[in-house]
T-cell receptor, first 110, second 115 residues
């Protein structure tokens, strides 16, 4: 069965510092990986997906199949980045259900 | 953009009663909708996958007789918590998959408190 692991429950960094939220997955096939973000009092929304290979709000994430990781990175954190971040996996593009990691709360200190 | 709504946004009910939560895709058709449960400061746990016109597929450990799911149209799915108990108190979130794309959109959630 597929599984997503986010080892950090809370990550606190200063504004302007680099950010890396870790995500590891277990699945024998070639899954789709996502990062979702939930700002305070807002609904869950897609931040980025690995197949898009794009940078959203300065965040990037590279799928490393060898290490089965999909870490989220941003070179310079901003206060508005404070939120809950969830790494998620879908078995493939034709599959339906998305499985979420336990989430990491990112707190940016001024 | 695609919007998913949930109604009600919060509900308080007495133990033993049933509660129905609606999930609607407002500007797109969703052949598949998903129901998640989120405990405080925890992740989203998938409860079931709901396909329009067919029976829902429940995840392991989720009681299908307790959490009744109906997906009668391409824009509406309902979750009914039957004979609710305090341990059913949680945040219930639905998401809908656009039939024309692979994107999945999330509703704002419904907070259920059972007293």
């Amino acid at each position: 069965a597929q599984r997503v692991t986010q080892p950090e429950k809370l990550l606190s960094v200063f504004k302007g510092a680099p950010v890396e939220l870790k995500c590891n997955y277990s699945y024998s096939g070639s899954p789709e990986l996502f990062w979702y973000v939930q700002y305070s009092r807002q609904r869950l929304q897609l931040l980025l997906r690995h197949i898009s290979r794009e940078s959203i709000k300065g965040f990037t994430a590279d799928l490393n199949k060898g290490e089965t990781s999909f870490h989220l990175k941003k070179p310079f954190a901003q206060e508005e980045d404070s939120a809950m971040y969830y790494c998620a996996l879908r078995k493939d593009s034709s599959a339906s259900k998305i499985i979420f990691g336990s989430g990491t709360r990112l707190s940016i200190r001024p | 953009g695609a919007v998913v709504s949930q109604h009600p946004s919060w509900v308080i009910c007495k133990s033993g009663t049933s509660v129905k939560i609606e999930c609607r895709s407002l500007d797109f058709q969703a052949t598949t909708m998903f129901w998640y449960r989120q405990f405080p400061k925890q992740s989203l746990m998938l409860m079931a996958t709901s396909n329009e016109g067919s029976k829902a597929t429940y995840e392991q450990g989720v009681e299908k007789d307790k959490f009744l799911i109906n997906h009668a149209s391409l824009t509406l799915s309902t979750l009914t918590v039957t004979s609710a108990h305090p341990e059913d108190s949680s945040f219930y979130i639905c998401s809908a998959k656009d039939r024309k794309a692979y994107e999945q959109y999330f509703g704002p959630g419904t907070r259920l408190t059972v007293t």
